[in-house]
């Protein structure tokens, strides 16, 4: 076997280790690779396979060799563009195991794991060899042996959607069926990351990925029996069950597992941002967090369409748009996106989204069409020299909206045009939309090719300078520490299933910031004041609301971090409540500071953060369908400064189902040795500023 040959020395497990997490890497018996965590005395992952399956059949799923592996500390500290906090640690001690395969001629394998104070974060490294350039990953054989049957937070493992309400269950009891027949056609027992874990031992465990780059996403097959989790990369659309195209050097995504021994930590982590590479753009000085409003929620809610005329079937090429008759409800017409103008600037809000600006709305969506939209042709009732003038006048920017109906060929051989178009007309900020099979050869969301769109699109859009939000897209992963202008994404279900769905119960903002948050942030799009969806169009919305109380959603721009929030309702709806809407006014989007207070997923969260360059506090307080009583100790506060409290809670006999729009606000001073407690309403919230009293 001559280099090949396993020594007794280099078979020993080998470890990294930080405070209580313990990661420890051996060959099996047979040669397999396999790691496993601890943190402190408990069990985390119990010994488990990892493995690349190639399609030529020498990967690296067979008996393997160690030939050697070092180990590396870093300790040191970087400021994210924007974020929850001014500073990020980032302490880990590294090992890098080196493995090589005898079955096919000493290829050669890294995996390289990087052991924080409140998890791991491993990945594969197949670096460059001879007789190894082009490779196809067929299976990632990555194990999660959970070591007993914890509580899970889970959503079906469809390769297309996040957009799911999360079932709470044993790892055992994992099964999708009921809730995904249609669109699943996987096995009833696979997952999505980020999947939150606890155990009966005290565990919060976060399982997801970080840096998803050329590569597709990986969800989990979970077997019900033995409470082991295993990866399963989503296929291409080629039938043949290839999962990655690679060439040698390259790398996988970071598998990630954060643990902590409380639910607050889990929220504070770092992990994932800290594997993902720091800033690729020379310069960032142009990207600014923002709130928006937007011609959105009408059309949710079925007050106005996007689409122009009421004809269906045009085609895109060759149509006289000016001939056709406008349908009388077209909502992104000139005079009501000034309305939005006006609006977003009495109230200091940056951005106005206006969606069905564009001609091809009348034959969008799941159409199979190549082209459909050209994302530079107005409506005819969309001036958008005028509407630039007019923004610009107010200080005001709209903010475009290229949905692509997943003609995702089509969107890349009119980007550059589309983003010529937008630095012409004033835009700095896209929101991008994928709805429907992806056109022309129906890859999944999530796969490789997908992916690879995703962030080309995050860097073509940087090399304009313009900021993007995309929808549809895969759940992010961390990705927006390298792209700062990659402000937010959608990628789960979003507060507008409430408009037109069974909607979200009360606990989903409980349990998206341990899910899908994780990698990061969402546009959720709160801020909906007018609860009972009835007035908007009583004949299509009957019995339809938002499953909150009007004091939840202020609550919400606290505890679901985002650079980018949407105040969603319509200006009618605000300036009904003007008093309420003061908060949105007031809530910034970047931060220098962020603690999590009190947390549990599935029940409640308290989050306090500090306004950005300002000793101001923003706290944001909500619960599941349950009512709660919430004590805060306001020692977050600066000592020795006194502030004015105004606190925006629940009124009297609230309730997200019942009575959802009583509120109460209220005003008084206090320091840091104060507390407050703080009601919550069932399906409630409570959201407070603290501002200095200046002396
Ligand atoms: C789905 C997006 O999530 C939503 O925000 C958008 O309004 C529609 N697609 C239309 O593009
Ligand atoms: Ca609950």
Redesign the pocket.
Known sequence: MGEFGASAQTTAPVHARLDKVDLTFALGPDGHPTYAVAYGAKTVVEPSRLGLAFADGRGFDGPLVLVGSETQDVDESWQPVWGEVKTIRNHYQQLTVHLRQPAANGRRLDVVFRVFADGVGFRYEVPAQPGLAYFTVQDEHTEFNLPANHKAFWIPGDYDSN?YAYTTSRVSEVNTTPIAAIQQKAPATRVQTPLMLKSDDGLYINLHEAALVNYPAMFLNVNTHTFCLTSQLVPDATGTGAKAYLQAPEHTPWRTIVVADNAPAVLASKLILNLNEPSKLPDTGWIHPQKFVGV?WE??VNRAS?NYADTSNLKLAGTNWNALKNNGHHGANTANVKRYIDFAAAHHIPGVLV??WNVGWED??NNWKEEVFDFVTPYPDFDVDELQRYAAGKGVKVIM?H?TSASVTNYERRQDAAYRFMRDHGYDAV?T?Y?GRIIPRGEHHDGQWMVNHYVHTAQLTAASHIMVDM??AVRPTGLHRTYPNWLAN?AAR?N?FNAWSSGNPPEHETILPFTRLMGGPM?Y?PGIFQIKLDDWNPARNQGKQVHTTLAKQLALYVTMYSPLQMAADLPEAYNQHLDAFQFIEDVPVDWDDTRILAAEPGDYLTTVRKAKGKDEWYLGSITDENSRQQPVSLNFLTPGQRYEATIYADGKGADWLKNPMAYRITRQVVDSRSSLTLQLAPGGGAAVSFKPVIK
Request: aromatic share 14%; net charge negative.
């Open positions: 957009e959105w059309m949710h996007w969606e069905g969008w969506a909206h949905e929101k939309g709805v929808h549809e959608e979003g507008e546009d799009t």
